[in-house]
C-alpha cells in the first residue's frame, strides 16, 4: 500500500472555476501536511501546510483535512491558466523525520 | 528563489566517474535533506540530517553517499551510478523543533549518468 495516494489526473478546468485536488494517506499517526505545486522542469513550491481537523485558507487556495478518514485536499478558487501544474501531496509522520510525497495531480485551467 | 541553492543544476558523468552535488541553504534551517524524483514516481526521500543525525533510506545504494559538514550545507558524493540512477535530485531544508517542518526545495540538479 502506498503511503500517500493521489489521482494523477489529468485534471482540466476552466478558467475561474474551482480545482479540487484530493490525497490520503495510509499512516494514521501522521501529523502534518503539506501541499506543493511543481510547474514542468521546476522543483516543487509549498503552497500550504495544514496540521489540525477542517479548513484552512490562503487567497485562493484552502485545504482540508480529516484525520478520521485518513483524507487532505486542495481547493483552487478562481483558477488561473497559471495554475496549470503538478500538485503533490506530502504527509510527515510523527515519528522521525520522514515525508512522504504522492505521485502528484496534473492540473490543466483552460482559458 | 527559496533560500536553497544546489550546484550544479545539469550533470553528465559516466558510470566509472565520481562526482558531488552540493546544497546550501540561507534561511536559519537545522535540518537538510536529498530527494530522488524519477518520472511518474514519487519524490523519493533519500537522506535526512537533523540536529548532527542522519536518517537514510535503507533502499538507497551505497553508491550515494551523503555529507552534512554543518547545518548550512549538504553535499551527495556519487560513484559508480547506473543509467537508472539518472533523475532530478533534490535539496530540502527545513526547521525541525518550530513545529511546522514546513520544507523549501532548492531548484535541483538534472542527473545523467550514461
Known amino acids: 500500500q502506498k503511503e500517500v495516494e493521489q489521482n494523477s489526473g489529468p485534471l482540466s478546468v476552466p478558467e475561474g472555476a474551482i480545482a479540487s485536488l484530493n490525497c490520503t494517506y495510509s499512516d494514521r499517526v501522521s501529523q502534518s501536511f503539506f501541499w506543493y505545486r511543481q510547474y514542468s522542469g521546476k522543483s516543487p513550491e509549498l503552497i500550504m501546510s495544514i496540521y489540525s481537523n477542517g479548513d484552512k485558507e490562503d487567497g485562493r487556495f484552502t485545504a482540508q483535512l480529516n484525520k478520521a478518514s485518513q483524507y487532505v485536499s486542495l481547493l483552487i478558487r478562481d483558477s488561473q491558466p497559471s495554475d496549470s501544474a503538478t500538485y503533490l501531496c506530502?504527509?510527515?509522520?510523527?515519528?522521525?523525520?520522514?515525508?512522504?510525497f504522492g505521485t502528484g495531480t496534473s492540473l490543466t485551467v483552460i482559458p | 528563489e527559496t533560500g536553497v541553492t544546489q550546484t550544479p543544476r545539469h550533470l553528465v558523468m559516466g558510470m566509472t566517474n565520481k562526482k558531488s552535488l552540493k546544497c546550501e541553504q540561507h534561511l536559519g534551517h537545522n535540518a537538510m535533506y536529498w530527494y530522488k524524483q524519477s518520472a511518474k514516481k514519487p519524490l523519493e526521500l533519500m537522506f535526512v540530517?537533523?540536529?548532527?543525525?542522519?536518517?537514510e533510506n535503507n533502499s538507497v545504494p551505497s553508491r550515494f553517499s551523503p555529507e552534512c559538514p554543518n547545518s548550512s550545507h549538504l553535499f551527495l558524493h556519487l560513484h559508480t551510478l547506473q543509467p537508472e540512477d539518472s533523475a532530478l535530485y533534490l535539496c530540502a531544508s527545513s526547521h525541525r523543533d518550530r513545529g511546522d517542518y514546513e520544507q523549501y526545495f532548492g531548484p535541483g540538479t538534472r542527473l545523467t549518468v550514461t
Open positions: 540530517y537533523s540536529l548532527e543525525e542522519r536518517v
Open positions: 506530502a504527509v510527515r509522520r510523527s515519528t522521525g523525520n520522514q515525508f512522504y
